[in-house]
């Protein structure tokens, strides 16, 4: 995750809507006592120390980014709290789990099933997970209008038309339990929920550059190589988008589609 890699330094200031959707929930899953945590795709940390403030067990955070390991490690050394460079792929352990956390990330699963079973693998008998992650194609209508905008330059629009994104979206609630349910898991919750705040253009291009840009702007996502300058120029034209979208008072209307899903092994 070369650029989670790049942006690891100012995620902790710039993650501010994967981190209000995560302690929305951390809420959701009651954890109390001493329960054993896992944080699958725990970043630079926030979320995973929040969860340990919540039980005497330990908590133990994995994420592919070198860098957002480092981060995390570096900001919060409590001895309960272990972070570990790992990806869904790495996760071997076997009933060492009261709770598997998953905030903004499910979304990067190539093969959300093979994590789902992992997972399961991975909890105690009674052990419950919890997945926040955006949701359907129109995830974030202002980003998808800001794209199409970006794209009205012929340089831009000529490479971004060789774009596969990376994401794994599903459209409904029901789909989503669907898929937990054939893993083996007891949905307790599971809802679709829109919510949004108003941001300048400036705050947009921050929260945009927070996740977004790490599959918009990965080169293995494209059909071909890119002309130098496409980077910058994609940004540019991304900066330029938003601001030209704000309204009369300055704010963007910043609404992102989020599946909350809690269940139960």
Known sequence: MAIFDDIAARYRTTSLVQASAGEQLIGLLDISGSMDLLDVGCGTGNLTAALA????????????????????????????????????????????????????????????????????????????????APATRQYCPVFIEAIGRCCADPSIRQVFSGFRPPWFFLESAEAYGDLFEAAGFRVLFCTIEESGSFRTPREVFDVFCSGATAGYLDPSCYDCPWPEGFENAFLDGMRRSFETMAAADGKLDLMFRRIFLVGDR
Request: aromatic fraction near 10%; hydrophobic fraction near 35%.
């Open 53 to 132: 403030g919540r039980t005497s067990g330990n908590v133990t955070g994995i994420d592919p980014s070198e860098a957002m390991i480092r981060e995390a490690s570096t900001a919060f050394p409590d001895p309960r709290i272990s972070f570990r460079v790992m990806d869904d792929t790495g996760m071997d352990d076997e009933q060492a789990f009261d709770v598997i956390y998953c905030n903004s990330a499910f979304q990067w699963f190539r093969n959300p099933a093979r994590f789902l079973g992992k997972a399961r693998k991975a909890l105690r008998p009674g052990g419950r997970i919890g997945v926040q």
